[in-house]
């Protein structure tokens, strides 16, 4: 494979994965009330292909325990009255948002050269 085609794909699989981590930040942020709810996480592996160096991707819960609230009323109570919150911080899923934004920008713009060299290399070709 040539290498601007390389980085090509490269600048587009980061963009895939940003924008996956965007989805799983934003179902976080969506959930940050909802009593019992467990942060998503994206978690990174070495994808076991022929390239060994793209990643690939799955989802874990955060296991870290949510604050307790004392409502004996709520229908998630348990039997002291405690209902679990939710563990998600909505400070840390803006501060996660705001980087995979800017990550997925770096990539594009990255891409965006490589296609930019690719077209004056043709360009160079044709002549």
């Not at 942020?29 to 942060?39: A, E, L, M, Q």
């Not at 690939?56 to 009323?73: M, N």
């Amino acid at each position: 494979m040539n290498p601007l085609k390389a980085s090509m794909m490269q600048a587009v699989l980061g963009m895939e994965l940003q924008s996956r981590r965007m989805g799983v930040t934003s179902e976080n942020i969506s959930n940050v009330d909802t009593p019992g709810y467990k942060r998503k996480l994206l978690m990174l592996e070495p994808n076991q292909g022929a390239s060994g160096d793209f990643m690939a991707t799955r989802i874990q819960l955060d296991q870290k325990e949510g604050a307790q609230e004392y409502d004996p009323s709520h229908p998630m109570a348990n039997a002291d009255g405690y209902v679990t919150l939710s563990n998600v911080s909505l400070v840390t899923e803006l501060a996660d948002m705001r980087e995979a934004n800017r990550s997925y920008e770096a990539n594009l713009i990255s891409f965006q050269q490589a296609r930019s060299m690719y077209r004056s290399l043709l360009d160079i070709l044709r002549r």
